[in-house]
């Protein structure tokens, strides 16, 4: 039907032949939006596999160094024993010893099935003894391993060989017999690949048709869920079966895993169990194993078309619901045009979709809002929780390390053990602490104090030390610094640890030198360098600079803002710089970059010194002068909880009653109320939390102290402080010294 209208006394027009435009571009628009929508959650989706199937790998690749790591060990221990060096020795005088057979056939048999066969090797390469006893035949590779071994004269993983006889590999690990400085053999355990799959690799399951196999650096198959693919070269001994296929892109990721790489790819092959084979699109995550001079790919392969079916699937819905979506929008626009008249109801109609689309957006927004908002009350709540759980996990690490360190002096034997146990707890602590911080979106309660900064950049480089590549050398140049740095320690080491990351990570595989200074300067040199900082009498200079691939000056303007990053997606975020710089500025510091392509890279950074000093955790005691040892009733639903503060408060000379349950404690309190002198509650327990136990106690007795005991550090915790129930709180991990103060003001 043409439906025509008049408009400003204009010509006629017809419906129908707008309608046909407007539901062309709509059309366009949702299917544009449909394949933008599909497209990303196909990424998505095989991205998340990707990542997966990687996981995998490198849980495969550290079992299989966890193993043989195990095995030297157990091969230590027993080239250590003084008998098995002095039947060793014998026996190279050629005198008998059965004892030593004995010793090797009790290792074979507490090896497992894993452990193959044992040897015995004397210094000139010849395989004494063997157990147990076969008629194999010694491979010529394994011979080549043994003289690299005797050549080293020390723990040695050798190549992984076939045994034809037995149709499977072996890896032969090797280990030095020395009689106090005297070399007089090699111990040698043949580890049987086949079992170390079944146990370790076989289990894990890749989609339906996927695998995972293991290949050495050469592209041998040493390890396979195919029995018959075991011992084949990945491309050439197929190409010999299967000479007229396509391996291009079979070649290339070949190529990218025996470089020692660790990745993940999407390429064209085929299922070579088939029985006809046809070009087959894959998935692939590979990681290396790192054996002493050799290594091994892990690499797990699955369909494509296993994802690509759920993909399928999500188009279907998606198209079914666009096309729902248009043939309602056609409608619309249809029915919105006949009603169309005339000029007046044209306005008319105008306003009234202005005023719904306001409102919509208006809506939208609230909406993203309340979505926005609802996600990060539960990274809060998430955030507690774990928090809650690893603070009451700390409590007895930190509160027994701190009650030892009373009881055993300076000097003492384990002191300093002790001391780094209690230092790593309170380490632990802060970290906490932090990331109740951050899912707060730290409102400024960081707890900060002066700072030695020399202590906390040697502390620092330790760490440093520990996880960077060998061949980059770290020179230091550490004076002493004229007062103190008024910050947070856990940030402050997080400042100099970042720092020194990317300064090694800009080296990459070159071999490096990464420079580490801190000395003092004055307000005058601080304020030239930077052209600020009016603030401090003395500035602590921390300088840290690297050879490596330095920077352009358009990377260099960007480097500090968030998100920016040259790095891949899988080796940075782009947030450490500006985490770095935004710390800094919180303690009125800055920082600066000089920088040279393929020359390297130096920061600067600067922070302000004070002359405060540093308050020492002064041990609290209370011996209870008066002849009185105060009671104490101690409620807590943790019972390691319970007992480490037992003893530390008994430590004190406290008489101390412990209760798991709320309820209990309460029902126990009503019936002798003047049994305690002090109560000490946690927060988060089952039947009444420590508040509700609390209001109930001083509903029974009004001047009963009583102290909460919590995990969380929200607003709703520290208000407690201001309750007339709550007459103090302490924040877990529970550490004593605190504790004794705080009812040392109390009692």
């Known amino acids: 039907m043409n439906f025509k209208y008049k408009l400003g006394g204009k010509q006629l027009v017809k419906v129908d ?90 290792y074979y048999d507490a090896g497992g099935e894993e452990i193959d066969s044992v040897y015995y090797i004397d210094t000139s390469g010849n395989i004494i003894i063997r157990y147990p006893q076969t008629l194999d035949n010694v491979n010529e590779g394994v011979l080549e391993d043994i003289k690299t071994a005797l050549s080293k004269k020390e723990t040695y993983i050798g190549n992984a060989y076939y045994n034809k006889d037995k149709n499977y590999f072996t890896l032969n690990i090797y280990e030095p017999i020395f009689d106090g400085k005297n070399f007089i053999g090699m111990f040698c355990s043949a580890i049987n690949l086949d079992i170390i799959y079944d146990k370790l690799i076989a289990p894990v399951k890749v989609g ?29 001994s197929r190409k010999q079966v299967y000479p007229d296929l396509d391996y291009n892109e079979l070649e290339k990721l070949i190529d990218e895993q025996l470089k020692g790489n660790e990745g993940t790819a999407i390429y064209h092959s085929y299922w070579w169990g088939d029985n006809v084979l046809k070009k087959a699109r894959k998935l692939n995550a590979y990681t290396p194993v790192n054996l002493g001079e050799h290594f091994w790919i892990i690499a797990l392969t699955m369909s494509y078309d296993e994802i690509q079916g759920p993909i399928n699937g999500f188009l279907i819905k998606i198209v079914g619901i666009v096309s729902l979506i ?88 384990y002191h300093d053990e002790l001391n780094e146990v209690y230092k790593a707890s309170r380490k632990g602590k802060d970290l906490v602490e932090q990331l109740l911080i951050f899912s707060r979106k730290d409102s400024g309660i960081t707890k900060t104090e ?37 910050a947070n320690f856990t940030q402050l080491h997080q400042v100099i640890f970042n720092l020194c990351t990317n300064a090694y990570q800009a080296i990459k595989d070159k071999d490096g030198v990464l420079e580490i200074g801190l000395c003092t300067i004055s307000r005058e040199e601080a304020r030239k360098d930077t052209g600020k900082l009016a603030v401090g009498k003395n500035y602590a200079l921390l300088t840290i600079s690297d ?185 877990k991990p529970i550490e004593l010294n605190k504790l004794y103060q705080v009812i040392s003001r109390l009692l």
């Not at 059309?27 to 995998?56: A, E, H, P, R, V």
């Not at 011996?623 to 943790?638: C, H, Q």
């Not at 029974?700 to 402080?721: C, F, H, P, Q, S």
């Open 326 to 413: 248009i043939i309602i929008i056609y409608f619309f626009v249809t029915t919105l045009l006949r009603m169309k008249k005339n000029k007046e109801e044209l306005e008319d109609e105008t306003r009234y979709l202005k005023m719904l689309n306001e409102t919509s957006e208006q809506l939208r927004k609230k909406e993203a809002e309340l979505n926005h908002a609802h996600k990060l009350k539960m990274i809060g709540t998430l955030t507690g929780g774990i928090a809650h759980d690893i603070n009451n996990l700390l409590t007895p690490i930190l509160g027994y390390s701190e009650l030892l360190l009373m009881q055993i002096p300076e000097g003492e034997e």
């Open 208 to 236: 339906e048709k996927g695998y995972a196999l293991v290949k050495d650096q050469k592209g041998i198959i040493i390890m396979h869920t195919v029995k018959e693919q075991v011992g084949m070269d990945v491309i050439e």
């Open 547 to 731: 050879n490596g691939c330095g920077m352009s000056e358009e990377t260099k303007l960007r480097i500090f803002e968030p998100f920016f990053t040259t790095k891949t997606l899988s080796e940075g975020t782009g947030l450490g710089l500006f985490v770095v710089q935004s710390i800094i500025d919180k303690y009125g510091g800055s920082i600066t970059v000089s920088s040279k392509k393929d020359v390297g890279s130096t920061f600067k950074v600067y922070f302000p010194l004070s002359e405060k000093k540093i308050k020492a955790n002064k041990k609290v005691t209370f011996n209870n002068s008066s002849g009185i040892r105060k009671r104490i009733l101690v409620v807590d639903d943790n019972k390691d909880i319970l007992k480490v503060l037992k003893n530390g408060l008994k430590h004190e000379g406290y008489l101390v009653e412990t209760e798991t349950d709320s309820a209990k404690a309460l029902e126990g309190f009503k019936k002798n109320p003047h049994e305690a002198d002090l109560i000490i509650t946690d927060f988060m327990m089952p039947n009444l939390k420590g508040n509700e136990l609390a209001a109930a106690i001083k509903a029974v007795r009004k001047d009963i102290k009583i102290v909460l005991m919590t995990g969380y550090m929200d607003e709703n915790i520290e208000a407690m402080d201001y309750s007339e129930d709550i007459d103090e709180y302490v924040l």
């Open 17 to 106: 032949k707008i309608k046909t435009p407007i539901a062309i571009v709509i059309i366009l628009i949702l299917s544009t939006l449909i394949y933008l929508t599909y497209d990303g959650y196909k990424k998505t989706i095989l991205n998340q596999q990707l990542q997966n199937m990687l996981g995998n790998s490198r849980s495969i690749a550290r079992s299989i160094e966890l193993f043989v790591n195990d095995t030297v060990n157990t091969m230590k221990v027993v080239t250590l024993d003084k008998d098995f060096i002095k039947e060793v020795k014998e026996l190279d005088q050629n005198k008998t010893s059965l004892n030593y057979k004995k010793k090797l056939e009790t």
């Open 450 to 486: 002066p700072i030695d900064i020399k202590e906390v950049t040697k502390d620092t480089i330790k760490l440093v030390k520990a996880v960077k590549p060998k061949d980059i050398i770290i020179k230091e140049s550490i004076e002493e610094v004229d007062g103190y740095v008024n």
